[in-house]
């Protein structure tokens, strides 16, 4: 594939972008404006929403700017204008949709998580291997200039050798007992609930501070066992997790503990960690997202702590958004950053961050700590 | 003027800007998003943008997805396709491109302050009144929804009556003493120093939040005299004011006080404000601009405490953005809400907040804070 | 044994004391001020300070106020003055302390932990249980009244019934790679390390907040194998653990997550936790002593968010020693109010909380956690 | 006057104490542990308690540990055994027992402030100048280890030179406008309010870390102007101001702003102070009394951000109490420090701090703050 030249003979690529909810209107707000953040990156032409029925997508073509709409997502991955597909559909459908995508050649930005099974997200990172094209997943607080800063500390020794690490994400989106049931009770449709939903996250960063982890045990739990039917009287039952925590080691030798609820009240964002270092310490919560904390063992003891260090050009690329420091970035302007880390990775060549084959790791561990859990006993990843 | 309509039959306005810098990549985004993230608002056309050179005019207008551009903001002010001027230019061509757009019966989207004298601002309040145009300026932290949500707390006697009002607005662009001698040393250039850059925002939010203000007294101070010239061993003399802090009485005969500096080590972008009620009392600081901070003298005295609440889609309009709470809005985000609150007036022929009229009060306070700091006397403001 | 009456016709009570170190102090200055702080108790009377050498015991008697002192601690235990014996002496010596200050028919104020294996703490129960009197374990943070008004809350419902428990506990007294090996390092010594130290600690609050423990899945790590030895060139194995995590499940069936770290930089009292309940969440940071955040899903959602609740009056004992909120209590204080229990136990005929039947278990969990740490399987608490 | 040797040789000292509140209790737990804590000066002597009536002191002698009691506080300051008198009465009644007590050649340790108007003040900072013995004043926050590291770090130029400051202390003992007349109302009584309450405390920090003031200009106001009389439906004038606030010049031309607040709902004991300098700022919450915040211009502008540091033993005398960091010291033991500063500058025969001579002028500027307020002018502070 290449890529056109527009009017200005500028180069340019085609999005084609399925799903108009949460994440869709994500990617929509990113790719028309990452072209105006960054300057330097080919410009996005908007070609093709899909999303059903066809009145919707229709009517979201117009608002989010694209140039046509269709009901029919296997039209949307072979469309010759489409160079990127863009896939933020309902979980349980994003392998037949990547696989389709692959299949005709285009490169494909999927969100998280990649598959229900790791079985599916397996078969999906060998067929983006052999497909010829560029891959990302919606991994997107990784692209948090304070997550990359964190990193950087981190691999320039700032806290010294990693030992440790804590995590946490949670959020209160089943909390309520008396919420009706919805297929995100459902193990054919959502998979691992809590997990799924917010834990691959949590590992998503944990790997990307710590490194890949090794093995784990785990345990998990279903808080609502039933929930009430929107329009009855009667319950129905919840098969998968609202809490699950896991004790992992990871291929260091550093040892770890994630956790996950999609049933914390009060908790609207909360990704915390810690990683503890034998010079330092950094943390962080998604909640407080501009800010970073870091600790480190360094000059005199009566003036050591926790500095709160807030997100600034220092931090690249926040400077692209805002050139003054502490005024912030939103969520969505991640998704700004992971789009342009992917259309760079086009231009440039290159593998994208985090690819197929990152992202498996993310979901194998998942997936691992939910087979421990039933198990009972530590579980390898095999990877 | 009337509204056009673009291909899809809906109504769309065209958007000429002045200025690439801070602001003007911010209105940039800003009109370029608005749209996909409100649904139900005229679509901007994002016609031309002005800068010089010309050859960087054409550069941003690539970026940012303008049409044309040109090198001379007369011709812009009065091009027939342009139906809002953005003026993000330096504050002190404000008066003169605000007076041209609005004699080319343009609405006028103008970043704030809007003049350097009081009395220039009041020739452009009074220039907007007989226009028969629109106007909003640019105090884009009122557009917060952390901040509507304070003000319509207070309105509803959640805090009871308003009794006292605390605010400061801090940050360190020019707290080191080796920074260079720039143009904002000068009065001719930059007018008030702190206050105008800063502390007029301040009293954009005191004012929305506890009502206008009556009268002051107040203090201001230079703290570095000079600067070092950047190409030479001289320094000059810096002829605007660091510090600036005032006792100001509130026409419900309410007291507060305001302060700003813009030499506070470690201060990016804290305004922080306390409103005191019989009630209780709402904090907020905008390095923490998603969170709003409530007491209210109610239920058992065990559980009293300082809630803090993180914005979410029940503080609209959070929920055009990300429709889950904690999530987080950033600074970008407030400028499509201004951005949004002058087109929803434009279509509904009302008027925008804050327009011209609004910031005349905004602007006619800081004046006097510098009026008053001369004198050494108590200021009453005419209005 | 019966309280002694002091020369106002008060009772008043016995106090021997063993060790002068940091909980030596705690524990003088305790029993200095409690009558002062709460009136309505026995007169504690300072009869005898053991310390070693001889000179020492002396000296701290007289800056403690103790009428005598000794460098054999066999026979404070068998004076007719002391009635309470309290135990601050190094780890492995408390069993044959404690056991010989109840085989003397006196009260036991017991340093934690208990001793250095369960077996010890086992046989220190059992001897409590028939010795005819009264037992309490120095488990002092139980005694904060943020705790107190925590457990309180839970009880009556405020966040419903918990379902999740995840602590933390963690300072930085092992951090540095370049300490000294000391006797902190032996398990014949120090027995488990952080969990011994601060571990148990933590498990005391969660049992007081969500319920006894059933069973739990653990890891433990030693981060710095050896030490430095002090006055030479070599170094010198570490042959106890830096951290450990464990996955519990209480008796109710709740499931949560515990760990500990002695070499977590930048944490100094760090006893972090959080309780998940079906209508809220309770969060809480020793670091910040005087604080305890509450979410209810109650009232309007826009108005939701954790509550930072200051202690005071409202919170029991805290208005005896400060009658306003939020001036705070300090380290001290808890100690305090733990031989306010002690002594009110004691004139009541009461069991006191902690007593060791209530510390047992807490360290059965740590043990526990050591255990299945090295067997890498789950480990049900026998109680 | 001569120390008296106790039975163990050692120097004691005789305490006569007048009034049983919040500051009397405060005085006798202070006294009866500064021994203990400290060791390395005079025993304190409990020696004489006095409250009215009669039946109150014995029963406040008995739990505070005094030995003997009286109910004419005459008596009290001329008790040969008494060798410190404190003065935790009334403020109406300070200068009179004050002027007694210096007059009788005892050491005074007066509450603060130290008398209703500064004229009294005046005649009290003569008498104490002329007396021959030693006075301090209770400005218990000024001990607060973390106080005085801020002092000790703006000596040392860690934040360069100090070019601002701003304070406010607040509480809500005062906010509720249905809480019943009491003498707190009455000018004759309780002098100033809010001034007299509170914001004496926060001039005597301001000065303590920025230096004398040398004028100001100041407002101030009553919210709540009657109260309803507890016993009967009428209601009753409150003479005094709720709320004060002041621009102030310190000596060094530095500017600042001071502001209190009695009505301020959700303060339970809020000072925070900014020390803005050259180089860096500190900052300050007494609500959160164990924690210092600083930052500094120095190091990478990446990792620059405001450090929280947690009191210990690197901050003496923080480490008397508690030798590990971030255990925290509460509201009694600052003044257990300040009688420390108090038994040592007697025994040193070296001037207390803060002394009549320096409490003076932290009482000048809250009446100053007064004039102003009711003069409507800049008021000098004469000293």
Redesign the interface.
Known sequence: MTLTQDK?N?NSIGVGLIGTG?MG??H??AY??V???F?AVPTPRLEVLCDVPSEKASAFA????FARSTDTWQDLVVDPAVDIVCITAPNKVHKEMALAALGAGKHVHLEKPMALTIADANELRDAAASAGVKTITGYNYLHNPAIT?AHQ?IESG??GRV??F?G?ID?D?Q???DLAWTWRAMKTEAGLGALGDLGCHLVSIATYLAGPIASL???M?T??HTRPVADGGASRAVENED?A???V?FETGA?G?L?T?R????????IGF?V??????ITFDQ???NE?R????RG???????????S?P??PPYGE?????????????LKVIEVHEFLKAIAEDRLAFPAFADAFHFEDVIHAIAASSRA???VSIKG
Chains 1, 2, 3, 4 share one sequence.
Request: overall charge negative; charged content about 15%.
């Open positions: 200005n500028n949460f209107k994500c929509a707000l028309g404006s072209k105006a953040v300057g117009d608002q989010f700017g800063h500390l700032a806290i030992v440790h804590r946490a959020e989106y909390a309520d007992p045990m785990a345990d739990q808080i609502h809490v925590s896991a004790l080691t040892q503990v956790t609820s049933s914390a009240w009060g908790r609207k964002s909360h810690e503890h270092g034998t010079e330092g310490m909640e407080r997202m970073l870091l600790y480190q063992n005199a003891l009566a003036e050591q702590g926790f500095k709160t260090i807030l600034g220092a931090h958004f805002v050139p003054a420091a502490g005024h912030q970035l939103g969520f969505n302007d009972g006993t530590r």
